[in-house]
């Protein structure tokens, strides 16, 4: 726990409609399957995580999760989760950077595994306003995947394959940025994880405000979610991607 700011609670609160979003989906997911109500926020929303208490998926919880779910099971209603689960947030340490984790501007890499390199993608050039998938931004990130695959030629020549997975595939926005044979590749998962941001990171705008059409078209899915595959109340499925390195190295002009 950090001391609490007016700065703090501030930049908490930004996000307050993105986790009222998730807390909903966990109650419904809870009420349908009879899973206890912290279980299902643990597993299907991405709030461990954003504690800063990592990735439940593949490690067990952390002990200080009991701390925030505990009192939160215990609370009577939906509002009063959701305050807590604020309060939570703005005392919470920053989230530790993911170990090894390479960032050029809104992009990065995990150093190659076994040759597979996977890539990722977050929100760092909004403050002026405009979001950074648009059009005049193009030119900037395309620069910085240039920088970044230039980065990677250089320091890991054992990378083989490039692999993403989120739900911004779906997006000409976010594909344009890249080699056409990458972004054709895509599939989509069979079972989708729904304790990160490749599916809920859908949801935002680029201020953090939660866009109102994709919460009402997910609010009405929810009324028949399947607790087997709740993952289908979503409106954009993650899609996995996947290209050889060198196709990148060409693309961006780096062979
Ligand atoms: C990515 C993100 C910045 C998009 O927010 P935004 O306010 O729509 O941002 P931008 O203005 O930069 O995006 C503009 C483009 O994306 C499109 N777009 C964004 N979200 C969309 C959605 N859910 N459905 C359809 N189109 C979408 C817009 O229509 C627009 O396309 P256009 O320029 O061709 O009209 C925001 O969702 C975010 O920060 N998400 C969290 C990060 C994340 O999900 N990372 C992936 C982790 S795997």
Redesign the pocket.
């Known amino acids: 726990m950090v001391e609490v700011d007016d700065a703090r609670r501030a930049r908490a609160e930004v996000f307050r409609e993105y986790f009222a979003l998730q807390l909903s989906f966990a109650e419904e997911v809870s009420r349908l399957s009879g899973r206890p109500l912290g279980e299902a926020v643990r597993d299907f929303t991405n709030l461990h995580r954003r504690l800063g208490l990592g990735d439940a998926s593949t490690s067990s919880p952390h002990p200080e999760w009991r701390d925030y779910s505990g009192p939160m099971e215990a609370l009577p209603d939906a509002q009063a989760r959701l305050d807590w689960t604020m309060r939570v947030l703005a005392a919470a340490p920053d989230e530790p950077p993911q170990p090894n984790r390479v960032r050029f501007g809104c992009f990065s890499y995990d150093p190659p595994e076994a040759g597979v390199v996977r890539i990722?993608?977050?929100?760092h050039d909004?403050i002026d306003g405009?979001?950074?998938?648009?059009?005049s931004?193009v030119p900037a990130r395309r620069s910085e995947l240039a920088r970044m695959f230039a980065h990677l030629r250089r320091t890991a020549p054992e990378a083989e394959v490039v692999v993403g997975?989120?739900?911004?595939y779906?997006?000409?926005?976010?594909r344009r940025l890249f080699p056409t044979d990458y972004t054709a590749s895509a599939t989509e998962a069979g079972e989708v994880r729904l304790s990160?941001?490749?599916s809920w990171?859908?949801f935002?705008?680029?201020?953090g405000a939660v866009?109102p059409e994709?919460r009402a078209a997910f609010m009405t899915a929810l009324k028949r979610l399947d607790p087997q595959a709740p993952w289908r109340a979503f409106?954009?499925r993650?899609l996995r991607v996947t290209a050889p390195v060198e196709r990148f190295y060409t693309h961006f002009s780096l062979g």
Request: proline content about 9%; cysteine-free.
């Open positions: 990722h993608f977050n929100n909004s405009v979001g950074p998938l648009a059009r931004k997975s989120s739900w911004l779906n997006l000409e926005a976010y990160g941001t490749s990171g859908q935002l705008t680029h201020s866009h994709r409106p954009l993650p």
